[in-house]
């Protein structure tokens, strides 16, 4: 089961807490993409670890996979799929993760 989450005091709190909870956000909303999509492999401990060990590489790697896996869970619940895994990564890229967790939970919200 995947939990609608508020993206504004996910937002707030991450800002609040100096990055805290964002981790705790980037965990579990990773989980519920593997979730929705169906992936069991798309876990929210091993994505950290691991954008952790190739300091923050493994996270613009990240934001690619969370935008197909969510565009293939479209498909498989009969919508429309939009393909955001680009914007995802060009927001990574120049440092707007946060705004890609926020556009992910908007569409994790939408599937939930």
């Not at 508020?6 to 990055?19: K, Y």
């Not at 965990?27 to 492999?41: K, Y």
């Not at 954008?51 to 896996?69: E, N």
């Amino acid at each position: 089961m995947v939990q609608e989450r508020n993206i504004g005091l996910a937002v707030v709190l991450t800002l609040v807490t100096c990055g805290i909870y964002g981790i705790y956000w980037f965990i579990v909303l990773t989980n519920d993409v593997g979730r929705v999509s169906g992936d069991p492999s798309f876990t929210g401990g091993k994505h950290f670890l691991l954008s952790i060990v190739t300091c923050g590489i493994w996270s613009i790697i990240w934001s690619y996979q969370a935008g197909k896996l969510v565009e293939s869970a479209q498909r498989q619940r009969g919508l429309p799929g939009s393909d955001n895994s680009v914007l995802y990564l060009v927001l990574t890229i120049f440092g707007l993760g946060i705004v890609t967790y926020a556009l992910v939970q908007a569409d994790v919200n939408k599937l939930a």
